[in-house]
């Protein structure tokens, strides 16, 4: 069975950082790609950024503009997000999410994906 669970999400101030990590088991992670979307109320869910299998080629949302950053930790099966300098703009529940096995493209688009977590809370209060 697959379980991809995100952590570290919460309720910070404007500017602060905050990392979200999303643990993934059931699978072989090294062969997925993994992203992170967010979705704020009354919104659609949005690409945030994606990382390749090996880690060595990420892409971005446009609004991330060099605030965020992603990565992955293959032996501990774990992606994370890190997020500097937060804005009430960036409130949302983030999700991770595992998709495109042994391909070598990256997609931005939420279908292309197979497995999702339940989402974390980030609320950046000013």
């Known amino acids: 069975q697959v379980h991809v669970v995100e952590s570290g999400g919460g309720l910070v101030q404007v500017g602060v950082s905050l990392r979200l990590s999303c643990a993934a088991s059931?699978?072989?992670?090294?062969?997925?790609?993994m992203g992170w979307f967010r979705q704020a109320p009354g919104k659609e869910r949005e690409f945030v950024a994606a990382?390749?299998?090996?880690?060595?080629?990420?892409t971005y949302g446009q609004f991330v503009k060099g605030r965020f950053t992603i990565s992955r930790d293959n032996a501990k099966n774990t992606v994370y997000l890190q997020m500097n300098s937060l804005n009430p703009e960036d409130t949302a529940v983030y999700y991770c999410?595992?998709?495109?096995?042994?391909?070598?493209?990256?997609?931005?688009?939420?279908?292309?994906?197979?497995?999702w977590g339940q989402g974390t809370q980030v609320t950046v209060s000013s």
């Open positions: 999410a595992a998709g495109g096995k042994y391909s070598r493209s990256l997609s931005v688009i939420s279908g292309n994906y197979d497995y």
């Open positions: 059931g699978i072989s992670f090294s062969s997925y790609y």
């Open positions: 990382i390749s299998q090996s880690g060595g080629s990420t």
